[in-house]
């Protein structure tokens, strides 16, 4: 049956649909995952290089650009002179960028501070200056200062011919350090670990790494990179996933050129993982929207099919009028109702020979039509359906018999002088009418099978005509 094939064609273009709308959805959701991912990863990231630049950056390049000047030079070349200005320069300096400054002198082996204060630069005593002075680097990041650490950035100074004059100073209290990485952590929730090129840790936002009196601590020393094996300790760590303090952890590591440090960015996934899944969440919800939505598309499509079904079920498809049993139904309703009701079988004249001669899709075509034109002239409160090959039916409800046979006259005269077309031939035809009566509830077979009588006698008395037959009891 056509409704069937239209009904599975429909439910396999909405199956394909589901399928086509699950796999973009689920394409949508990943790429939203891997954004998320991304966005995550970047967002850990600027914040870290956005400190190194403040933090780190900004000092070296102050320093940088203030070892370039002639007037450091002039001073450094003849220190034991001019250390008023030593002293004046170097508070001003500490004035405008809220920095320390200082100068180690070669010259006269004097340490000048911005605070105000000389050290006598003695080998033994002076540690870091006789250690930088042997390095060839130019540049330099320590931590010193064990009273109260300081992040140092030491750049070497040279006259014209390239004598070395001693070093300029810029230093940082740790304390700042501290507090701005407590706010990355609270903010960020990842830690820092700068270390130097001997893996000792200078800086960081884990306060129990920090440096402790004049001691590093060393990142060889910490259970997790103990934990690595030799391979994993020599490599990069950057994108290893660790467990740290009993989280799973992802770190990054990024290079410091200047100094020959290297930042390891500690983030505990549990952060990311919140931001991450909320976006997989959306996507979820989304995907159970849209097939929840063609669950009720298809659900609603199955029930209006349904509905068209049975609909069809009581049509008579080539005449599109109620069927035998949806006539059935009719009486029966009627029945119920108590209502009287004339029964009318309208039986078509010599049918046989029109299929015979015309063909049997014009004998179709003869049935359609006379179906229209019973329908567009039976009463609006009878019922016509069609009972079987040539054979219609009208129920009349409230209707004497006698008016049922007035109705039906009027009906015999309007088909006999009809004319069909088929295509080039014209076909008359007439039909024989068989009316029955009841007043009280019975069963179709009964009423139907005095219609059928007066139809009979009809038919045998000559045809286009009307016959009534009353029950025999009532
Ligand atoms: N084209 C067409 N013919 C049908 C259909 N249903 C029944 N018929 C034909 O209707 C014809 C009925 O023939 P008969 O029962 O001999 O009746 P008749 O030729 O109309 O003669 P009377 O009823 O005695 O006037 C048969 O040839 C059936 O094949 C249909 O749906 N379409």
């Known amino acids: 049956m056509n409704i069937f094939r239209t009904l599975h064609r429909s439910i396999l273009i909405l199956f394909a649909v589901v399928v086509v709308s699950i796999l973009a959805l689920a394409h949508i959701s990943i790429s939203k995952i891997v954004a998320e991912q991304s966005r995550a990863q970047q967002q850990s990231h600027s914040p870290a290089l956005k400190l190194i630049t403040e933090q780190l950056m900004r000092p ?35 004035k405008e960028f809220d920095l320390n400054f200082f100068i180690a002198s070669e010259i006269n082996r004097v340490q000048y501070d911005s605070k105000g204060r000389k050290l006598e630069l003695i080998e033994g005593k002076v540690d870091w200056y006789f250690r930088y002075k042997a390095q060839p680097e130019t540049a330099m990041a320590d931590i010193g200062q064990w009273q109260n650490p300081q992040f140092y950035i030491d750049l070497k100074i040279f006259d014209e011919k390239g004598k070395f004059l001693g070093v300029f100073g810029v230093g940082k209290s740790l304390k700042g350090f501290t507090e701005v990485f407590g706010q990355y952590k609270n903010t960020f929730g990842y830690d820092f670990i700068f270390v130097d090129q001997n893996k000792d840790i200078t800086l960081t936002s884990d306060i129990e790494l920090l440096v402790q009196g004049a001691t590093f601590k060393n990142l060889a020393n910490l259970p997790w990179f103990q934990a690595l094996d030799e391979q994993q300790q020599s490599q990069s760590l950057n994108n290893l996933l660790l467990p740290i303090k009993g989280q799973e952890s992802l770190i990054a590591e990024l290079n410091i050129q200047p100094f020959d440090w290297t930042l390891y960015l500690i983030t505990p996934l549990e952060s990311r993982q919140t931001e991450i899944s909320r976006g997989f969440m959306f996507s979820i919800v989304t995907l159970l929207v849209v097939i929840f939505g063609l669950f009720l598309l298809i659900y609603n499509l199955l029930y209006y099919f349904k509905k068209d079904m049975q609909k069809i079920k009581q049509i ?24 009287s009701v004339s029964l009318v079988l309208v039986n078509l004249d010599n049918f046989k020979p029109i299929n015979e001669t015309h063909g049997r899709k014009a004998g179709d075509i003869v049935l359609r039509q ?20 040539e054979e219609f039916i009208i129920l009349m409800p409230n209707t004497g018999p006698h008016e049922a046979v007035d109705v039906c006259q009027g009906l015999c005269k309007k088909l006999s002088a009809m004319t069909i077309t088929t295509g080039t031939t014209s076909i008359q035809i007439t039909a024989s009418f068989g009316v029955s009566f009841t007043a009280i509830p019975r069963p179709i077979s009964e009423v139907v099978s005095a219609a059928d009588d007066a139809l009979f006698t009809a038919k045998r008395d000559g045809r286009n005509m009307v016959k009534m037959q009353l029950i025999k009891a009532d």
């Open 60 to 94: 070296l390049h102050i320093s940088q650009t203030l070892a370039q000047a002639q007037e450091l030079k002039q001073i450094m070349a003849n220190p034991q002179d001019r250390e008023q200005d030593i002293f004046a320069m170097l508070a001003r300096l500490n």
């Open 316 to 339: 008579d498809i080539l005449t599109e009028l109620s069927n035998r049993s949806n006539m059935n139904l009719k009486f029966d309703e009627l029945m119920y109702e108590k209502q």
């Open 370 to 389: 006379v179906a229209q034109m019973l329908q567009s002239e039976v009463r609006n409160s009878d019922y016509l359906g069609r009972w079987s090959g």
